[in-house]
């Protein structure tokens, strides 16, 4: 009997070091991403040979200025690697990697304030790039970022999957959707 407790706490160490070592490598991963953007709704092909070219001439086309032009630079680019998809059906995500986080922030800021871009009449849409993971808890947060929109609260998301809540001059964090959907129920959302 003792025994079976023995190997019963060793199992729960064990759990909690292998939980501690996955996050750890998810974030990991979410770290080497950092200067990583997610860019959907070019057609296929349309990069031709030369992606990260292409995709820093749109950028710069599309949300820069001289000012701009100095600094940005796309180190590389690619499609998601998976099979082509057939015609008709929506194309692969281009992965966009520029020189530095303060690029892609900076980026992503334009993409806030032009929000309407296109190519050729495809709507293009520009994300940073997370591992799956991360991916996932931040869509957990999907209900409760359309509560707070519909209820004209200032929120955002913070790296990774955290959730930054300002009512009332005061800030809240949120770290799951759980403990967000109490705090909206309590206040009346």
């Not at 590389?76 to 082509?84: F, L």
């Not at 409760?144 to 999957?161: D, G, H, P, T």
Request: proline fraction near 6%; include cysteine; aromatic fraction near 8%.
């Amino acid at each position: 009997m003792a025994e079976n407790n023995i190997l019963k706490e060793k199992l729960e160490l064990i759990e909690q070091e292998c939980n501690w070592v996955k996050n750890k490598v998810v974030d990991l991963e979410d770290r080497s991403r950092r200067n990583n953007l997610r860019l959907i709704g070019f057609p296929e092909g349309v990069e031709q040979e030369d992606s990260p070219s292409f995709i820093q001439k749109w950028l710069l086309d599309n949300l820069g200025t001289q000012q701009d032009a100095s600094s940005l630079c796309v180190e590389r680019a690619h499609r998601i690697p998976r099979k082509k998809p057939p015609p008709g059906a929506p194309p692969r995500a281009i992965l966009a990697r520029v020189m530095s986080s303060k690029d892609r922030d900076w980026v992503l800021r334009q993409k806030r304030i032009r929000r309407d871009l296109s190519y050729n009449g495809n709507p293009i849409a520009i994300y940073p790039d997370f591992s799956r993971d991360t991916q996932k808890k931040r869509m957990g947060f999907k209900g409760v970022k359309k509560r707070l929109a519909e209820a004209q609260v200032n929120y955002s998301m913070i790296f990774a999957a955290k959730l930054r809540v300002v009512h009332n001059g005061n800030v809240r964090f949120f770290i799951n959707p759980e403990e967000a959907t109490n705090w909206l129920d309590t206040m009346g959302f």
